[in-house]
């Protein structure tokens, strides 16, 4: 039976689920491999179902962008999981110095409750179970807020996960801004949200009212910078995938490359060959997606309008889909871009890429540095100092050398934004940190010493210890 939970359900559940968690503070290790079993399990038999589902709520999804970002993804993320739970779940001792001995030192990670996960809809089943993985493997129970813009898989998930979890274990809830609004309005114990900055910004003041704990997963205009040594065709082979993969509907993808001018128009024919091959045509190719929906077409079809309007070169690399109800839309280059124009003031999330190009690295450095934080940056280059130039003097979330996107479904790398592009990370060991409160404890036996820092003070004792210890 689906289990979607409605705006006056939300308050019930939430109890429904502090209850549960009461009542079981600290789940067992099997029982927490159980939850990853039977979450892995739903998705590997439904899979087909889910991709069939996605595809419905995009118009069309290619079959291999939901396999490959939603589903392998996630599957991998599980496994990963269940081979490091028992690391995880393992107290860390640390270091306790002489003063303080004899006695022991170590970090219990605890769940924290009940945890509130808003997903968005570009990779509503990755961007829903990648970060629910965590929160089981953790102990916690969970409510996900998932996006109005993906009804039919929204539907799919609530009956599945219905079918393996209690409501007050895991429940999927769904609705429009409103209630968004009201979900990020319950006092959780941490609320984890993936979106955009703006609405990032909503959600965390909600969370401040009642000092809910926030990670926000966020967006922002990741760049890429080629180096001038680098092989032209090399370069564009190493980013064209993150770029086209879901219709460029990524928070990772590519948002404008930093180019040697002398090979702008190298490149350009580079991704336009390299485009060719991968998509021959878009008009009827299954293996190229639709935009989510009108709004969003609308809004990619007024950037490029505001561009073009204001002088820049537009090069779409396939001719566009006839069908309106479709919404295919193809790579689109930009080049002779300015800060005027809207498409290098907003993240493009779409197939549209901006090439500025630069005479020496400072400049493009310079320019990322005056921007916001974002959330991923790209480096195409074979030159370790290149390399380690861009790196140490720029700040992004995440970095990708000689590639794009990719960083994200590595398991054991966190992933997570700074400053405008988000703060906290998941995935692997820090998602089950995320997810856990690391509880100080301080241990002592039979034996104590404490009582050599009684007052009165000023006595031997006291005047050996700060001496030997103030300095």
Request: hydrophobic residues 40%; charged residues 20%.
């Amino acid at each position: 039976m689906t289990e979607i939970i409605t705006k006056t359900a939300l308050a019930d559940t939430f109890l429904q689920q502090k209850e549960y968690f009461a009542s079981n503070t600290y789940p067992s290790y099997q029982e927490r491999i159980n939850d990853l079993v039977k979450l892995k399990a739903m998705l590997i038999d439904n899979q087909e179902a889910f991709i069939d589902a996605m595809s419905q709520d995009f118009g069309h999804r290619s079959a291999a962008d939901s396999r490959i970002g939603d589903i392998l993804t996630t599957v991998m993320g599980i496994n990963y999981a269940i081979k490091k739970l028992k690391k995880w779940m393992k107290p860390d001792k640390k270091h306790i110095g002489i003063l303080f001995q004899p006695a022991k030192g170590q970090v219990v990670y605890q769940p924290k409750g009940v945890i509130g996960i808003i997903a968005p809809w570009n990779y509503p089943i990755f961007l829903t179970l990648g970060p629910l993985t965590t929160a089981l493997a953790a102990g916690n129970t969970a409510m996900v807020k998932m996006s109005e813009y993906t009804p039919k898989t929204n539907t799919l998930l609530a009956q599945f996960i219905a079918d393996i979890f209690p409501r007050n274990k895991v429940a999927i809830v769904c609705g429009d801004a409103d209630m968004a609004a009201a979900f990020s309005s319950i006092t959780f114990d941490h609320l984890f949200f993936t979106g955009s900055t703006s609405v990032g910004k909503l959600v965390m003041k909600a969370a401040a009212e009642n000092l809910v704990p926030v990670t926000l997963e966020l967006g922002g205009k990741s760049p890429t910078i080629i180096d001038n040594d680098i092989d032209i065709k090399t370069a564009v082979s190493r980013l064209i995938l993150g770029k086209t993969l879901n219709a460029g509907q990524t928070c990772v993808a590519p948002d404008y490359i930093f180019c040697p001018e002398n090979k702008v128009a190298e490149l350009t024919q580079a991704f336009q060959t390299a485009y060719q091959s991968m998509y021959p045509s878009i008009e009827k190719n299954d293996d190229y997606s639709c935009i989510i929906n009108d709004g969003q077409k609308s809004r990619l079809d007024s950037l490029l309008a505001d561009a073009k309007t204001q002088g820049a070169t537009i090069t779409p690399l396939s001719k566009g889909s006839d069908d309106n109800t479709c919404r295919k839309m193809p790579l689109t280059l930009i080049t002779d871009v300015n800060d005027d124009m809207t498409v290098m003031q907003q993240e493009i999330f779409g197939p549209l890429l901006p090439i500025i190009g630069y005479k020496n690295i400072n400049e493009a450095i310079a320019y990322i540095n005056s921007k916001p934080r974002p959330l991923a940056l790209y480096i195409c280059s074979f030159n370790k100092s290149f390399q380690q130039q861009v790196l140490l003097n720029t700040h992004a979330g995440g970095v990708c050398i000689n590639d794009a996107a990719f960083h994200v479904a590595v398991d054991d790398l966190p992933f997570g934004g700074i400053g405008a592009s988000g703060m906290g990370q998941y995935h692997g060991d820090e998602g089950f940190k995320t997810f856990s409160h690391g509880k100080a404890v301080l241990s002592r036996g039979r034996i104590s010493l404490g009582s050599l820092l009684f007052p009165p003070f000023g006595n031997k004792i006291h005047q050996i210890l700060f001496k030997f210890f103030i300095r």
